[in-house]
């Protein structure tokens, strides 16, 4: 059996796996040992469940994810997002468009905070549509904006994704987080323009809200300064290399918790369930990790990605034809799969025909992250949009597909921008070498 047919095999087994409700850190780990099971030796899959796991997991790097994790816990149980969306509330809500534009800010805001776009989608979608709904904006809309906005989690530093990504490709993590920060108000600034625009196309669906006075928006400030400022810390701690994003983490989580205790959101009890919870959400993404790490080694020995390589040198593709390639496969397992699992599974494959291309390795980064970005909110099956809905209950899976189009738009205009403009994403890690 050639490569082709096996790695087409081995994909679709995945793929099955999923459909029937096998956890796609299975489907993969099962795959994999069972595909160097079969091409290479019994003895080579038992050896490689063996060290595999301890030595992935050992990584120092890895010990950066629970800190991040725990302090988007934290953050959550002191109920920043409530804050940062009364926040922004005050200061644009008076506008046409004006809350739809404040839940994209605030989704920008805990989004740096939660590392997560599922979490920040989530819990904004619980404050922030029936704060909508009850100054009269149409419900797909409103349940789009928080859709759109809850991608920014996994590109606005700190990011699981980023982290994950530069562990797989050796990839400085702290250039990873420095180079998210323009694309990430790049996006911010893409979506407000599209909610003005829909709001001017359309003023039934994004009235205008009532006008908060300056006390009020002062008074919201406050109460969110100092975990604005613990973000300042961190981001410019690393670009000023005061510290690297392991110890960030550390940072992070222990401003977040003081946060918490100041805020009187935090006891003992929610203290315990913190922890429990973000060894959970660890765990989990390290079975995914093992797992990822496990096929692609599968699809390494089968030799996919030179026999990619080999393609692309022989349909005589250029280095734009082949990212607009990876951006139609990603397009298409966006329906399948969500954000984790998509770059765990491809970057192993994609990483070294892209390097060999001559793409910034920190730029190819930001650009898968985009890209994953765009499939969580593309219809007909975005994870953000099914997230929405089963917070919302009472939403017309329909009405949010037609309030999404103009935040779609606005995400393949921005990956167009950072293909044109790559200097958007590597500027700043250049300056802070």
Not at 49 to 62: H, K, V
Not at 107 to 135: H, I, Q
């Amino acid at each position: 059996m050639g490569v082709w047919e096996a790695a087409g095999l081995s994909f679709g087994a995945v793929f099955g796996l999923m459909i029937i409700g096998v956890p796609i850190a299975l489907a993969m780990l099962v795959v994999g040992l069972g595909g160097i099971a079969v091409t290479i030796s019994e003895r080579t899959a038992m050896g490689m469940i063996g060290q595999l796991p301890i030595n992935a997991t050992m990584s120092y790097e890895l010990s950066v994810l629970p800190m991040f994790i725990l302090m988007g816990v934290f953050v959550t149980r002191a109920r920043m997002s409530e804050d940062l969306y009364r926040l922004c509330h005050g200061f644009v809500g008076h506008m046409r468009g004006g809350l739809a534009a404040a839940t994209v800010l605030a989704c920008g805001g805990f989004s740096a905070l939660s590392g997560s776009s599922l979490a920040t989608a989530a819990t904004m979608a619980k404050v922030a549509v029936p704060e909508m709904r009850r100054y009269g904006y149409a419900d797909g809309f409103a349940a789009a904006t928080v859709a759109a906005g809850g991608t920014l989690g996994i590109l606005i530093p700190p990011s699981v994704i980023l982290v994950l990504y530069g562990i797989a490709t050796g990839t400085d993590i702290g250039s990873l987080f420095i180079a998210g920060i323009l694309p990430g108000f790049l996006a911010i600034l893409l979506y407000l323009a599209a909610i003005r625009v829909t709001a001017q196309i359309d003023p039934s669906c994004a009235p205008a809200a009532p006008r908060a006075d300056w006390s009020e928006r002062v008074g919201n400030l406050r109460s969110v300064g100092p975990i604005l400022m613990l973000f300042l810390a961190i981001i410019g701690g690393l670009y000023k290399g005061v510290f690297t994003p392991t110890e960030a983490g550390g940072v992070g989580a222990t401003g977040a918790l003081a946060f918490a205790i100041w805020r009187r959101a935090m006891s003992f009890r929610v203290f315990i369930d913190s922890l429990i919870e973000t060894v959970t959400t660890t765990a989990s993404l390290f079975l995914v990790l093992i797992g990822a790490l496990v096929f692609s080694n599968f699809m390494n020995l089968l030799g996919l990605p030179a026999a990619l390589s080999s393609l692309i040198e022989d349909l005589g593709l250029g280095p734009i034809a082949v990212i607009f390639v990876i951006l139609a496969i990603y397009l298409v397992l966006g329906m399948f799969m969500e954000s984790l699992s998509m770059i765990l599974l491809t970057i192993p494959i994609f990483f070294p025909i892209v390097t060999d291309l001559g793409f910034d390795p920190v730029w190819f980064g930001i650009f898968a992250v985009m890209v994953t970005e765009l499939s969580l909110i593309t219809p007909p099956v975005g994870l953000n949009l099914f997230v929405i809905k089963s917070v919302i209950d009472d939403l017309s899976v329909g009405a949010v597909y037609r309030g999404i189009v103009p935040f779609v738009l606005a995400d393949i205009l921005r990956i167009a921008i950072i293909i044109a403009i790559p200097a958007i994403v590597t500027v700043l890690p250049e300056l802070a070498r």
